[in-house]
């Protein structure tokens, strides 16, 4: 069974920084684009960043230059460095697999608050 465990929200102040790491099991990592996406109350999920299997990255316009997406394939880890952080950055970020033989899968979920 694939799970994804996402970790490190929390609370800060505008212009703060938080890493959210996300450990998986049961999937086959190395092989898999894997995702960050955030979801704010009242609207859609979206994009935040994906690294690919093979390291490249791309990430959504409003966070580029302030978040870096990584991983660390001899962990089956996937991690999001925020930097800069902004009120509007709050929200409910997830971990996911975008591309790979477990597409679709999520993570619960870990609560990033940033107050001005």
């Known amino acids: 069974q694939v799970q994804l465990v996402e970790s490190g929200g929390g609370s800060v102040l505008a212009g703060g920084s938080l890493r959210l790491s996300c450990v998986a099991a049961g999937t086959v990592f190395s092989e898999s684009a894997m995702g960050w996406y955030r979801q704010a109350p009242g609207k859609q999920r979206e994009l935040v960043a994906v690294i690919f299997s093979d390291g490249d990255t791309n990430g959504s316009e409003s966070v580029k230059g302030r978040f870096t997406i990584s991983r660390d394939n001899a962990k089956s880890a996937v991690y999001l460095q925020m930097n800069s952080l902004k009120p509007e950055d709050t929200a409910v970020y997830y971990c996911?697999?975008?591309?790979?033989?477990?597409?679709?899968?999520w993570g619960q979920g870990t609560q990033v608050t940033v107050s001005s």
């Open positions: 996911g697999v975008v591309k790979g033989p477990d597409r679709g899968i």
